[in-house]
């Protein structure tokens, strides 16, 4: 299995412009999750997803949307770009939601908005 | 609002030092807790949870962590750290079914060979 994957690694992008993070899971997890790093303040939950169909909001889900057609994809889309969305990305998918389970995290994409 | 806190943000130790890595949360119901660890250029990994039970959590790679309840703490430890524990590590928790965790900031280990 490759887990959690993201692409891409590295991107650099301009103010205004758009792009989206891709986020594939090989382990048929119902729960995929997107959260923002950004240095010295830990994780925040974007957006999540309990399946295929269903989105609900994070901690910090302005300036991002997502979707869900699929049990493995679950796309961050970033329009109108802004400097203050610089930070490391990282997708998470879990097989369910209750009691201590286990979220697999990608390795990540670097965002730079310039 | 759920919130953790986590009391050293840049830890720096000499091979078989003892560690212990603070982590407090707010809120008052039933809560999942776990430290999750980053080494360099590797993904989150999970190092321990806990969930109900024994407070006391043993992880991978020598680690635990003990619950205290009227603390509302969830430290992390480790007897003798070696270089290879050099990474960041990541308090969180999670309440309720949905899944979400809130995290602390992070600490950052180096450990000196």
């Known amino acids: 299995n490759a887990g959690v994957t993201q692409t891409p690694k590295f991107r650099i992008l301009k103010i205004g412009q758009s792009m989206t993070l891709q986020c594939t899971q090989d382990m048929n997890h119902n729960y995929m999750y997107w959260y923002r790093q950004d240095p010295g303040m830990g994780l925040k939950l974007i957006y999540y997803s309990v399946g295929a169909g269903i989105t609900d909001k994070g901690e910090v889900p302005n300036g991002y949307n997502v979707s869900r057609s699929t049990t493995e994809d679950f796309p961050l889309r970033l329009e109108l770009a802004a400097p203050s969305q610089t930070s490391v990305y990282f997708c998470?998918?879990?097989?369910?939601?209750?009691?201590?389970?286990?979220?697999?995290f990608g390795p990540g994409t670097r965002l730079t908005v310039l | 609002a759920q919130s953790v806190s986590q009391h050293n943000h840049h830890v720096i130790l000499s091979e078989a030092a003892s560690l212990e890595l603070g982590c407090n949360y707010s809120y008052g119901g039933t809560v999942n807790l776990f430290w999750y660890v980053q080494y360099p250029g590797q993904h989150l990994q999970l190092l321990l949870k806990y969930f109900s039970g024994d407070p006391l959590v043993k992880g991978i790679k020598g680690f635990e962590a003990e619950f205290i309840k009227s603390k509302f703490s969830f430290n992390l430890r480790k007897p003798s750290v070696q270089w290879s524990d050099t990474a960041e590590y990541f308090c969180a928790v999670s309440s309720g079914n949905t899944g979400k965790l809130i995290f602390g900031q992070g600490t950052t280990l180096q450990v000196k060979p």
């Open positions: 998470a998918s879990s097989e369910t939601s209750g009691g201590a389970i286990e979220q697999f």
